[in-house]
């Protein structure tokens, strides 16, 4: 498809007979490049010095460095190496930086991508002509340059095309609705960042995505924007919706730009309100009280746990896009609309964030590349790993360090997380650090004691979260007979290694419910 759509630009430089073009010496031609070896500099044939890179699955070259700079640049279409022609679409990033030797440039339509601080600062550049092919411009591009100042002097942004690249302003409201944005489908890295003063932002009618770092952080605090409205146009009900509204509707899978361009607003105050109402709207569904602090929360250790088991079972079940190698998620908080696959980092600050939120004490822990969580329950640390969502493990949930081991060697803590010993394991009631049938009598005497009401009951809320063996929110004679039939398979198999628990329980398909 790329090489389809490359063709088509260079056909359409072809025939557009290259009017757009300035002169050199009276000649209006594409300069080209003939080279022998790629990367090194070589010259066209105005005496410009280019040295460049070949991409030989599509037969493209990108521009990765300039001298003999004139000051009318026109970029070349197509390089020549060892006799093959390669498409120039691309230029990488700083080409041009810094070269105040530049007075305009032209962009051949080949070109589609422009990196990072391409001419950035390249003070007296006035003019850019061409560029009708780019669908890419990065951070920093033609900042500081005569040309973004004009522009910024004159209309207070700055925009090549159907780019926005820069937008200028100190007003509470800043309203790109108007109809002189109506050509603007795309707002660059960094083109928000002088938004610091405002509060509402009306988004292009016909804009089709922000970048994720079109709105970015630089003051010294860290501290979000206080931008706190945002609307954007959606073209299926043909009316501007507000972003706070469709985040809390039952039906936010129905805005496309829900999933395009949620992303770009977490650095502001607007992204930190949907994350806690939608918080909110989670522990209703869950029957989980919104405390939003751990202090002096008052809960028993066994409501403790049964908090945790609700909120370890929702993130298990509506997160479930593990993706360690090309997570594209730039915080948690994206997922609840923005659904690209997570990786262990955002899983853990995921569950922090809740537990923190219903007045439970949990911190993001560390292994051997790896994060997962430990939680406090009574005055007892526990392991938990989150993105354990595929099998929902006990493995996973509420386990000691040794246990934690088991199913992956990523959960071996590391320096970060050692001084969080997690050595109370559930099933061993009486806490003497053996799983036997004291331990499963124990587990029935529980049992019995909280169904007769009139029975002295002498076993504490920690204790029962130590008898809910299988972790199912419940205490009865499967916990016990879990332990009873752990522990003759021990004595059964004294020779060999043994399992713990959970990896026994796990082994014979046991799974959180």
């Keep these: 498809m790329i090489k389809k759509i490359i063709a088509v630009m260079c056909a359409t430089v072809v025939c557009s007979g290259l009017a757009f073009l300035p002169n050199y010496n009276g000649k209006s031609i594409v300069p080209t490049i003939n080279a022998a070896l790629e990367g090194d500099y070589y010259t066209d044939e105005y005496g410009v010095t280019y040295r460049f890179t070949i991409d030989q699955s599509d037969n493209t070259a990108c521009l990765k460095g300039i001298k003999n700079v004139k000051s009318n640049l026109i970029l070349p279409s197509s390089v020549t190496l060892n006799g093959n022609s390669y498409t120039v679409t691309k230029l990488g990033n700083g080409f041009g930086y810094h070269y105040e030797e530049i007075n305009s440039i032209t962009i051949p339509n080949t070109i589609y991508s422009l990196g990072d601080s391409c001419f950035y600062l390249a003070d007296n550049l006035v003019s850019v002509n061409g560029g009708d092919s780019i669908n890419e411009i990065g951070r920093d591009t033609f900042q500081y340059t005569a040309w973004e100042e004009n522009q910024k002097n004159t209309k207070g942004y700055c925009n090549l095309g159907k780019y926005l690249i820069r937008y200028f302003s100190s007003e509470e409201t800043v309203d790109l609705s108007k109809s002189e944005f109506d050509n603007i489908e795309y707002i660059c890295p960094l083109a928000l960042k002088s938004i610091i003063k405002t509060k509402k932002l009306i988004l292009p009618k016909n804009m089709k995505s922000i970048s994720i770092d079109a709105i970015l952080i630089h003051n010294e605090e860290n501290t979000p924007y206080i931008l706190n409205e945002v609307k954007f146009y959606d073209a299926k009900s043909n009316k501007y919706i507000d972003l706070y ?87 948690f908080k994206t997922e609840f609309f923005y659904r690209h696959g997570i990786m262990c980092h955002d899983f853990a600050e995921m569950f922090k964030y809740f537990c923190d939120a219903a007045g439970i004490t949990c911190v993001v822990a560390y292994g051997n590349n790896h994060e997962f969580n430990d939680v406090k329950i009574g005055d007892k640390w526990f392991n938990l790993d989150s993105c354990a969502s595929w099998n929902l493990s006990v493995q996973s949930f509420l386990t000691t360090d040794n246990v934690f081991k088991e199913p992956s060697g990523s959960h071996t803590k590391t320096y970060k997380s050692t001084y969080l010993q997690c050595t ?5 009631v009486n806490q003497d650090g053996y799983i036997n049938s004291i331990d499963a009598s124990l587990i029935l005497d529980a049992y019995s004691s909280s169904r007769v009401s009139n029975r002295n009951n002498n076993f504490s809320s920690f204790d029962l979260v130590l008898c809910d063996v299988d972790r199912n929110g419940y205490v009865n004679a499967i916990d016990s007979s879990w332990v009873l039939s752990y522990y003759s398979y021990v004595q059964t198999h004294k020779g060999g290694e043994t399992p713990s628990l959970e990896q026994y329980m796990h082994n014979n398909g046991l799974h959180i419910i």
Excluded at 279 to 301: H, M, P, Q, R
Excluded at 314 to 330: A, I, L, P, R
Excluded at 424 to 428: E, F, L
């Design 424 to 428: 109370t394991q559930i099933g061993d």
């Design 245 to 331: 509204d469709a985040c809390m509707s039952d039906n936010y899978s129905d805005y496309s730009f829900m999933y395009d361009n949620y992303d770009a607003f977490l650095q502001t105050q607007l992204c930190d309100k949907i994350a806690l109402d939608y918080t909110k709207k989670i522990f209703s569904k869950c029957g989980i009280k919104y405390l939003g602090s751990t202090n002096n929360t008052g809960y028993s250790a066994w409501e403790e746990y049964q908090i945790i088991r609700k909120l370890y079972i929702y993130v298990c079940d509506n997160f479930t896009e593990y993706n360690c190698e090309n997570g594209k998620s730039s915080s």
